[in-house]
Each structure stands twice: as structure tokens, then as C-alpha cells.
């Protein structure tokens, strides 16, 4: 079968659950990991066969596809920040805009210091944070023991420390303190809110991982502000994903915990997406 012919037909097949580029991209995806092919492969070097042991395999990763599975479950692989990750259906796949938490964490990752990623799933943050600093002392915590096996599977020779918890269960913080900055991307969508999600992310991605209550959405947040409290240093920092809706609420909560100083920062779509806090002038 040409691989041009491959493509375009799998392009059309997800039209009706993609934009095109959208769709184009993800077959791109498909082909490079099955096959090693470039994205323009099929262009320069148009007489281009798929291997015929390779067909039924793609055939079967289109399937799964067209039921709008996220083509990171397929592949088993998610890239961010310049890395690849391993993924399954247990972990959230990672967003590019969570990139932009690590870039306003690096700068507080000094020499010896501790970092806490807390509802760390695939442990891409606690990862990345390890290997773009060399910090030594970087500890993942979630309450799944799926989600820590991916995030134990990353592949890469050494990395952070990762620990099954229950960040609800505020009275063991204690055993992780004291530590200099504490990261987390938690649950915070709103169960209201799914209405407004795409299926491939309601269908496939772990709900433990994305709702909170609506009657109690700022549950993580507090337990979070409670941890901090505990076992942040005085010069420490925290640095959290949040609901755009949510914004003011989770300044004055982390405010009310003591962390005077407290600021949203937008993402790069302009939304109010991370909230950065602190006892002390940053």
C-alpha cells in the first residue's frame, strides 16, 4: 500500500472528529512511531510502500483512532518538553501548556534544593524538573499505583523518587518536608464542565485524574495550601495548574494559608492558568 494513500485515507477517517491539520498531525504521529517515516516522506519520495506485515498493525491503531482514542494511547508515547514520555489510559496526557510550569518552576530549582511534585501521574513535571536541573531531591507523590508504574517507566537511567499517597490525607505531609518548591498540576475540572470537553479526553482520560466535585472544586487546592503550610521553607515557593474559572478563589485560598504573596500567571492561550505562591516577595 503507498503510504500517500495511507495518509489520505486516515486523514479523511478522522475528519469528522478533527480539524484537518488536527488530523493530519495525529497520522503523522501514527506513522512516525509504526513506521520511521517523516512527516514528509510521502511528499518527497511519493512511490513509498508500507510494508505489508505493517499494514494490518496500522489498520488496527486507525480503528482504535476513529473511536477519537488519543493517539498518545495508542503509540504509548506523549512528548513534552522536548522529551518522550511513556503514557497509558492510567495518566493524563501531558499539555503542552503544562510546559509552561516548568518553565516558571526552573528558576527556583537551586543547587540542594528539595522539589515535591504532588498528583505527579505520568511524572513528566517531577522528570522534566530532574533532568533539565540535575537536582537530585525530586519526589513524585499520587494516590494511583498505575499512574506511579508509568511514572516510575520513564526512559531514563536515574530520576526523582516516586511515593503512593494520598494528598487529602494532609497529616502525611510531614513525612516529605521540609522542601523548597512544590509543584502540581490536580484535578480541577468541575463535573459541570464535561459538557464542554471533546470525547477524546471523556472517554479516555482517567477521570480520578481531571474532576472535582463541584460542590468542593478547590479540594486539591486546599489540601495542597495545607501541605504547603506544613512543610514549604520560608523561602520556598508553589507553583499550581489551575481552573481559569477559579482563579480569584485559589489566590484567596492560598492567601488565607499564609503565602502573602500570590499571583496567577496567564498560559499561552491567555488564560489564567497557573498560580504561583510564596510567603516572601519572589
Not at 60 to 68: G, I, N, P, S
Not at 244 to 264: Q, V
Amino acid at each position: 500500500m503507498l503510504l500517500s494513500s495511507f495518509i489520505r485515507e486516515s486523514v479523511s477517517s478522522l475528519n469528522g472528529l478533527y480539524p484537518e491539520a488536527e488530523a493530519r498531525s495525529i497520522v503523522s504521529i501514527l506513522v512516525k512511531h509504526f513506521l520511521g517515516f517523516e512527516s514528509y516522506t510521502h511528499i518527497v519520495e511519493p512511490g513509498t510502500q508500507i510494508p505489508d506485515d505493517s499494514v494490518s498493525v496500522l489498520t488496527k491503531a486507525m480503528k482504535r483512532l476513529e473511536r477519537a482514542e488519543p493517539v498518545q494511547y495508542v503509540t504509548g508515547k506523549s512528548l513534552f518538553y522536548g522529551r518522550e514520555f511513556n503514557v497509558s489510559p492510567s495518566v493524563l496526557i501531558p499539555r503542552p501548556e503544562t510546559e509552561q510550569l516548568i518553565s516558571l518552576a526552573l528558576p527556583f530549582v537551586r543547587k540542594g534544593a528539595h522539589v515535591l511534585d504532588l498528583c505527579t501521574g505520568s511524572g513528566c513535571i517531577a522528570w522534566t524538573l530532574f533532568l533539565e536541573t540535575e537536582c537530585e531531591n525530586v519526589t513524585g507523590v499520587d494516590i494511583s499505583p498505575d499512574a506511579l508504574s508509568v511514572a516510575s517507566s520513564q526512559p531514563f537511567p536515574k530520576g526523582p523518587r516516586f511515593v503512593k499517597e494520598d494528598i487529602l490525607n494532609v497529616r502525611s505531609s510531614s513525612k516529605y518536608g521540609p522542601v523548597d518548591l512544590i509543584v502540581s498540576n490536580p484535578p480541577y475540572v468541575m463535573v459541570r464542565e464535561k459538557g464542554q470537553m471533546r470525547s477524546n479526553v471523556l472517554d479516555y482520560e482517567p477521570h480520578i485524574a481531571l474532576f472535582v466535585p463541584d460542590s468542593d472544586p478547590l479540594v486539591f487546592y486546599r489540601a495542597i495550601s495545607e501541605w504547603a503550610a506544613a512543610i514549604l521553607t520560608d523561602e520556598g515557593v508553589g507553583i499550581v495548574e489551575i481552573n481559569e474559572a477559579l482563579e480569584e478563589e485559589t489566590i484567596a485560598l492560598f492567601r488565607k494559608a499564609g503565602f502573602a504573596h500570590t499571583k496567577s500567571v496567564k498560559d499561552i492561550f491567555d488564560k489564567n492558568r497557573f498560580v504561583i505562591f510564596s510567603k516572601k516577595p519572589l
